[in-house]
C-alpha cells in the first residue's frame, strides 16, 4: 500500500532583504495610508473598507516602481481615501462631491480649528510617505506578498468591526426604490393657503437633525414656539420626514417634490417645481439664501424652479444684515426674518417665499459674530455633554427668536410657515453623530388662524 507524499513548502527562509522591503511596504501602505483614519476610530467616523483595499492594492500594484511612481499612487490613493470619507460623512456620492469641489473657493478652512488639524495631518502623511518610499520596498517574494495582502484584509476586517455600530448614518444617497415623502407633502402645505390666498413661507434650515432618545435636545428644537403669542395666531403641527443627500438633495426634495439634486435644472425649467406651480396661480415667487448665489449654481438653478426674484448674501448685507463667519461665511441668519417679514408687509399680491438658512453649517465655531459662545444659557447640561450640538442649536434658537419676534408683530399678514431640515448634521463623532436619526429631519408647521378681522394677502393693503 502506498502512501501520499506529504506536501513540502519551500524551506528557505526570507531573506533579510526581502523583510525589510515588507516591513517598509507595510509602514507605507497600511500603517500610514490608514493611521491619520484609525487615530479616530475611538470618536467614530464611516466604514473606510473599500480605501484600506484601495491604498493595498495599490501599493502591491506598484510596489517594484520608480520612486515618483509610488509616491504619485500613494497620493492619489489617498485623496481618494479622503473624498470618499468625506462624501460619506456629508451624503454624497463621489459625483456629487467632485462636482462640488470647484465652489471650494467660497469655503473658508481656516475659521474651523478641526479642518485646519486634518490638513496639517494630511500635509504631514504625505510628507512622511515621500520620506518613507525612498527606502527599499521591492517584494518579488510571492510569501511577502501573501503577509502584505493578509495585513490588509485583517485591517478592512477591523475596520468592519469597528464600525459596524454606526454604518446607517452614512452615505444616505437615494435608490430608485425609494418611497417619496417631503414636508411639504405631509403638510399639504399649498392646498391649505393658496384656498384663503395667504402668503407662504417655507425656511430650510441647515443641518437640522430629528433627535432620537435625547429629551434635552428634542425640548430644544423648535421650544420658542411653544410661546402663547405664537400659539394664538397659529395652528402648530410638526413631524418628521425621510432625507437623502446633502443640502440641495433636500432642496430638489421640499421644491420639486421628488428624490434627485440640481444637475438638471442648471440648463433645463422644471415647471413642475412648486414655485413654478404658485407662480401659475397668481404667487409672487422670491428665493433668499443667507450665503453665495454662485454656490452650488443655486443663481442659475433657482429661476429654473419658477423662482421670480432672488436674494442672495451681497443683497441681504445691502438690506441691513450682518456678517457672520464660520466654515462658509455668510450674513448673519438672525437677521433675515426682519427682511423676510417687510417683504411680507409690503407684498400687494400672494406670495411664496423661501429662504436656505448657512449659520448651521458644520463645523460651526465659537467665534465669527455667530454667539454660540454661551450656549449654556440655553442648557448647561447639553454644554458639558454635547459642545458641538449645543453651538448648533445656539444659531437654530437665534433664528427662531428672530421668526418669533417678527410673525408675532400685530402687522406681520396671514402666512402658513414651514420649518424644516435638509439633512441629519453631518457630526464625525459618533457620540455626535448618534443623537440625531440617520434617515428623517424633523419639519414644524405654522398654519394660520384665520379670524374675522383677516385680510386676504391678494387683497392691496388699505
Known amino acids: 500500500m502506498q502512501h501520499a507524499l506529504p506536501i513540502r513548502f519551500p524551506s528557505r527562509p526570507i531573506a533579510p532583504t526581502t523583510r525589510a522591503a515588507l516591513i517598509n511596504w507595510l509602514l507605507v501602505w497600511v500603517l500610514l495610508a490608514n493611521i ?3 487615530l479616530l476610530y475611538a470618536i467614530g467616523g464611516p466604514p473606510r473598507v473599500m480605501s484600506i483595499f484601495v491604498f493595498g492594492a495599490a501599493g502591491l500594484l506598484v510596489r517594484n516602481q520608480p520612486w515618483w511612481v509610488r509616491c504619485l499612487t500613494f497620493i492619489a490613493a489617498l485623496a481618494y481615501a479622503v473624498i ?24 473658508n478652512a481656516l475659521n474651523s480649528a478641526e479642518y485646519v488639524a486634518i490638513g496639517a495631518g494630511l500635509t504631514g502623511i504625505v510628507v512622511t510617505a515621500v520620506w518613507l518610499l525612498r527606502r527599499p520596498a521591492k517584494l518579488d517574494d510571492w510569501r511577502a506578498i501573501a503577509i502584505a495582502a493578509i495585513c490588509v484584509a485583517v485591517v478592512m476586517l477591523f475596520d468592519v468591526a ?12 437615494h435608490s430608485a426604490d425609494a418611497v417619496f415623502s417631503s414636508a411639504v407633502s405631509q403638510t399639504d402645505l399649498v392646498a391649505g393657503a393658496s384656498e ?35 400659539r394664538s395666531r397659529f395652528a402648530i403641527s410638526h413631524g418628521t420626514t425621510t432625507f437623502f443627500g446633502s443640502t440641495t438633495s433636500g432642496e430638489i426634495r421640499e421644491l420639486c417634490g421628488r428624490w434627485g439634486d440640481y444637475d438638471e435644472l442648471v440648463t433645463r425649467r422644471d415647471t413642475t417645481c412648486l414655485p413654478a406651480q404658485l407662480s401659475r396661480q397668481g404667487y409672487e415667487t422670491t428665493a433668499y439664501h443667507s450665503f453665495s448665489g454662485h454656490f452650488f449654481d443655486r443663481e442659475q438653478w433657482y429661476p429654473n424652479t419658477g423662482f421670480d426674484k432672488q436674494f442672495f448674501r451681497n443683497d441681504l448685507l445691502q438690506g441691513g444684515a450682518e456678517t457672520c463667519g464660520g466654515v ?19 407684498a400687494n399680491k400672494p406670495q411664496f417665499v423661501y ?33 458641538f450640538i449645543c453651538r448648533q442649536i445656539a444659531i437654530w434658537d437665534s433664528i427662531d427668536a428672530a421668526m418669533v419676534r417678527e410673525i408675532t408683530a400685530a402687522d406681520f ?10 439633512h441629519m448634521p453631518p457630526y464625525f463623532d ?3 453623530r448618534t443623537q440625531f436619526a440617520p434617515d428623517r429631519v424633523p419639519w414644524l408647521l405654522l398654519k394660520w388662524r384665520k379670524t374675522d378681522g383677516d385680510v386676504s394677502a391678494a387683497q392691496p393693503p388699505i
Not at 207 to 225: H, T
Request: hydrophobic residues 40%.
Open 355 to 387: 429662504w436656505l438658512t448657512v449659520n448651521s453649517h458644520l463645523p460651526v465655531p465659537e467665534k465669527n459674530n455667530l454667539r454660540t459662545e454661551d450656549c449654556a444659557r440655553l442648557s448647561p447640561r447639553l454644554a458639558n455633554e454635547h459642545p
Open 328 to 346: 462658509f461665511p455668510g450674513v448673519c441668519d438672525r437677521d433675515v426674518p426682519r427682511q423676510l417679514a417687510a417683504h411680507l408687509k409690503a
Open 36 to 38: 491619520g483614519f484609525s
Open 84 to 107: 470618499l470619507s468625506v462624501g460619506s460623512l456629508f451624503n454624497l456620492s463621489i459625483f456629487a462631491l467632485s462636482r462640488s469641489i470647484v465652489f471650494m473657493s467660497e469655503l
Open 413 to 422: 399678514p396671514p402666512t402658513d410657515i414651514l420649518f424644516v431640515g435638509d
Open 430 to 432: 459618533r457620540k455626535s
Open 196 to 230: 384663503d390666498r395667504r402668503h407662504l413661507l417655507i425656511v430650510m434650515v441647515e443641518s437640522l437633525g430629528a433627535p432620537v432618545s435625547n429629551r434635552e435636545m428634542q425640548r430644544l428644537i423648535f421650544a420658542r414656539y411653544k410661546d402663547s403669542a405664537v
Open 162 to 173: 469597528v464600525s459596524q455600530g454606526a454604518r446607517g448614518h452614512y452615505k444616505r444617497v
